[in-house]
């Protein structure tokens, strides 16, 4: 935030000096006239440090808009990537509509968006959702998306993936481990394939196609209509670059459906 603010206050002290300059761009300005501009809008910014924020918001808001209509070009690019999930599939296989999520399991709004994802799974049995692991936070965010994928390979993903999100103590790989010890996994069979060439392809696939998309954080979505489980060509996903309510993401579900 800091930094766009600095930036959205060059952008502002530029238009205020812009006029000042294109009034005479024959003569150079002496240090004593850059000085008084440069009080000016020093002056002008202390007494209404609200321009700042407005200038701040639409900047962030500008850069929003980018994100997105990068991100509309990369999915349609990369569709049978973005909605292949082969272990990582909840809710309807063949669902009409699709939710993409690429998530971090120590992002704290990721935790937050569990029981809303959670929530939709059961109220729509018409909705397929596609879990990425994107793991950006370090060695136990990289840990515990290994467990769940091996997790997924014993057919155990989606229980594996709700234990993670709850864990509230640090995700460290002693409590990982627990918790897929209660859920009856295989152990040794699960810690070689944590290492397996599955996985790790699964991970290098998930950072090359957040790559692509720009994204910037976790968690991020894409809501797309998939009659009989197929993206639908011509149709335009929505991608949502941070947490969302549950009554926002039932809309664009809606809107999906209605493709």
């Not at 990369?78 to 296989?93: R, S, Y």
């Not at 209509?225 to 039932?250: D, H, M, R, W, Y």
């Amino acid at each position: 935030m800091k930094f766009t603010n600095l930036v959205a206050a060059g952008a502002l002290a530029t238009s205020l000096v812009s006029p000042v300059i294109m009034a005479d761009t024959t003569t150079p300005m002496s240090d004593a006239q850059k000085k008084e501009i440069q009080k000016v809008v020093h002056d002008y910014l202390v007494s209404n440090p609200e321009v700042l924020l407005e200038a701040s918001q639409a900047y962030q808001q500008k850069q929003q808009e980018s994100m997105k209509e990068q991100a509309q070009t990369s999915i349609q690019q990369n569709t049978d990537q973005i909605f292949e999930g082969k272990l990582t599939t909840a809710g309807n296989p063949k669902g009409n509509v699709t939710i993409v999520e690429f998530f971090d399991y120590q992002c704290i709004h990721c935790k937050k968006m569990a029981p809303t994802m959670e929530s939709l799974i059961q109220k729509d049995s018409d909705l397929r959702v596609i879990y990425k692991e994107f793991p950006i936070f370090g060695e136990s965010s990289d840990m515990a998306s290994r467990v769940a994928l091996a997790a997924g390979i014993q057919g155990k993903y989606l229980a594996m993936h709700n234990a993670l999100l709850k864990i509230e103590k640090s995700l460290d790989e002693q409590s990982v481990m627990n918790a897929a010890q209660a859920l009856g996994l295989d152990m040794i069979k699960l810690k070689t394939d944590m290492a397996g060439k599955e996985v790790t392809d699964i991970l290098d696939a998930n950072r090359q196609l957040a790559e692509k998309l720009h994204l910037m954080g976790t968690p991020a979505f894409i809501v797309a209509s998939t009659p009989n489980g197929q993206f639908k060509v011509g149709s335009t996903p929505a991608f949502i670059p941070g947490a969302a309510s549950e009554q926002s993401l039932q809309e664009l579900i809606k809107k999906a459906a209605g493709n």
